[in-house]
């Protein structure tokens, strides 16, 4: 039994540091340049995220209930920004925890010296604290590298969405009446992008009807003019195999129909008594 308590110690004691945390838990990727970037971009990420402080636009509640996929770079920005406040949620909660933690050791370190200087110490309240304090720094410095994931994600989405906005000429002090003023042209966008893929799977599909509906648009006008573009990219594709066409011809197709159908929205607004999709006064709103 004397010898099998021996063992067992020796293994105790090994060091196994190496096994059990990550050493070197410096930040690999962000320094202090790349946190100054993102810090300087934060300020703009605060007042545009106030754009979103609803779950739906105005558009989307006046016209129809459901989620449809994006088309459009206003949307493309409300992802991003959705993407950084998830992410920036797990930051804060994670740094809230560090700093707890930081706290816990200095507390830990007094009754570890309180404890010590007694006549008669307590061996193992000694022992517990001690390897409180060593948990605890453990998981600390593990703790580094998913906070640094999250700044590392948080970054790369801030430079897409400034790419977004250089891209398709949109200022910095962009707001919801901007967002809402896109809202048609990706609905409309969205309506044929859905009714191609009804289509290309073999059926005329009832959301997607309704989905015209809302926006004025005559389910079998819009079907049909769907019909004819799959036939015209089949012909191509038939007739010049050499040049076969690219997701180009789609855009081009979207593009179209919603400068077709644009403004026939408003034919729903008159059919449910509504004068407008928006009320500029329930609107955030920069000056310009």
Not at 69 to 96: C, D, M, N, V, W
Not at 115 to 131: G, H, M, S, T, V
Not at 206 to 234: A, C, K, W
Request: hydrophobic share 35%; proline share 2%; glycine share 4%.
């Amino acid at each position: 039994m004397t010898d099998l308590i021996k063992v067992n110690n020796e293994i105790a004691t090994k060091d196994l540091t190496g096994i059990i945390t990550k050493t070197n838990s410096k930040f690999k990727t962000i320094d202090d340049k790349a946190l100054e970037k993102i810090n300087s971009f934060m300020p703009e990420i605060n007042r545009a995220t106030a754009v979103f402080s609803k779950t739906n636009s105005q558009t989307t509640a006046s016209l129809m209930t459901l989620t449809m996929l994006e088309s459009g770079p206003y949307r493309t920005l409300r992802q991003i920004l959705a993407q950084i406040e998830k992410k920036r949620g797990a930051l804060r909660e994670a740094y809230f925890k560090h700093e707890k933690n930081i706290i816990r050791l200095d507390e830990i370190s007094e009754h570890l010296r309180l404890e010590n200087a007694k006549e008669d110490p307590d061996y193992f309240e000694i022992r517990r604290l001690e390897l409180e304090w060593t948990e605890i720094n453990y998981a600390m410095n593990d703790a580094l590298a998913y906070i640094e994931a999250c700044i590392k994600e948080i970054g790369a989405y801030l430079e897409r969405a400034e790419e977004v906005k250089k891209n398709n000429n949109i200022p910095d002090n962009w707001d919801e009446v901007d967002f809402e003023n896109g809202e048609i042209e990706n609905h409309i966008k969205s309506i044929f992008r859905n009714a191609i893929r009804d289509i290309m799977c073999g059926s005329r599909n009832h959301g997607t009807m309704e989905y015209m509906e809302q926006f004025g648009i005559n389910p079998i006008v819009g079907y049909r003019l769907v019909d004819r573009y799959i036939q015209n990219v089949s012909n191509a594709i038939n007739t010049e195999e050499s040049k076969i066409p690219s997701i180009d011809i789609e855009y081009k197709f979207l593009d179209s129909m919603y400068e077709m159908f644009k403004d026939e929205y408003k034919k729903v607004l008159k059919r449910i008594g509504l004068d407008s999709v928006c009320y500029d006064e329930y609107l955030m709103k920069e000056v310009k």
